[in-house]
C-alpha cells in the first residue's frame, strides 16, 4: 500500500491494487498495447487529427497499399515526421513495467498494434506485431526483405527514398497500411494467446481498429477477466472487469509494483 504514490486519486488506487490482484491470481494474461501507450514516448498516434500528421495529406489516403502502389512518394513524405519520432524514441516506463511483468510470468504474449519495437527495446520477449513493423523493408519489385538499418538512417536524415540494392525499385516498409492484410501468423498466434489466456490487459488502446479490436472478444467468451487502462472509453467498457482512466506511464509502474510486492 505503501508503493502507491500520492496525487492519485483513491479510486484509482482502489481500481491499481484490485488490477494487481486480478493479475496476480489469474497466472496467464495477456496485454494488448495500441497507440496510447507509445505517446509518452512522443510517438504521436497519427489517427488523431492533434498529431499534426493530418496537416497536408490525410492519413487513410496516403497510408493504404493502393496509394504507395501509386505514388509511394507521398507515403515517404507523409511518414517521416512520424519515422523520425519513432527513430528517436525510447521505451517509457508502461513497457519497462509489462518487460518485467512478463519476465515475472504473469503475461506470455504482449500483442501490441504499434510499429515502433519499444516493447522490445524495453526488454520484452514474446512480442506479436499485428500491424507489422518498421525494423524491416520488403522490395516491391523482387520481393527480397532487408533489415531496416542504413535505409530508414538514410530516410530519416536525408529523406532518401530506400531503393533495392537487387533490383533498384522500391522498398515498403514492413508495416501494414490500410487495404493490407494482417501477417497471417502472427494474427493466428494473437488469436490463440486471447484463447488460452485468463486474463487480458487492454493498455492504451480506444479498441477502435478493426480487426485487432476484436481479439479481447475471444478471451472474453472464454470468461477471462478484462482490465483497460486508457484515457478514453472502448466498446468493451461494459464487459471490462476494471477500467483505469489514465495515463499508462503513470499506472502500469504502479500495477507491476503491486503485484511483484506481495
Ligand atoms: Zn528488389
Redo the contacts with the bound molecule.
Keep these: 500500500m505503501n508503493s502507491i504514490q500520492n496525487g492519485i486519486s483513491r479510486e484509482v488506487r482502489r481500481a491499481i491494487e484490485n488490477a494487481a490482484g486480478l493479475i496476480r491470481s489469474a497466472g496467464k494474461g495477456v496485454v494488448l498495447t495500441g497507440a496510447g501507450i507509445s505517446t509518452p514516448s512522443g510517438i504521436p498516434d497519427f489517427r488523431s487529427r492533434g498529431s499534426g500528421l493530418w496537416e497536408r495529406y490525410n492519413p487513410m489516403e496516403v497510408a493504404s497499399l493502393s496509394a504507395f502502389r501509386y505514388q509511394p512518394e507521398k507515403f515517404f513524405a507523409w511518414f517521416h515526421p512520424l519515422a523520425e519520432k519513432i527513430f528517436n524514441a525510447l521505451p517509457n516506463p508502461a513497457h519497462h513495467a509489462l518487460a518485467i511483468l512478463e519476465k515475472a510470468g504473469y503475461f506470455h504474449t504482449i500483442i501490441t498494434q504499434n510499429i515502433d519495437g519499444l516493447h522490445q527495446r524495453a526488454g520484452a520477449k514474446e512480442v506479436l506485431e499485428v500491424h507489422g513493423t518498421l525494423q524491416s523493408l520488403t ?1 516491391i ?4 526483405q532487408y533489415p531496416s538499418d542504413s535505409y530508414i538512417t538514410n530516410y530519416v536524415e536525408n529523406g532518401e527514398t530506400p531503393r ?1 540494392p ?4 522500391i522498398l515498403k516498409p514492413d508495416i501494414i497500411l490500410y487495404e493490407e492484410q494482417l501477417p497471417r501468423q502472427i494474427w493466428q498466434k494473437a488469436r490463440q494467446a486471447c484463447y488460452d489466456c485468463n486474463i487480458i490487459l487492454v493498455a492504451g488502446s480506444s479498441l477502435e481498429v478493426i480487426p485487432v479490436a476484436t481479439l479481447p472478444l475471444e478471451a472474453l467468451d472464454r470468461n477471462a477477466h478484462l482490465i483497460i487502462i486508457n484515457q478514453s472509453s472502448t466498446y468493451l467498457d461494459p464487459r471490462a472487469k476494471i477500467i483505469i482512466r489514465g495515463d499508462v506511464a503513470e499506472i502500469l509502474p504502479l500495477i507491476s509494483q503491486e503485484v511483484l510486492d506481495d
Excluded: P, T
Aim: net charge neutral; charged share 0%.
Design positions: 522490395c519489385g523482387c520481393f527480397h533495392c537487387g533490383c533498384g525499385q
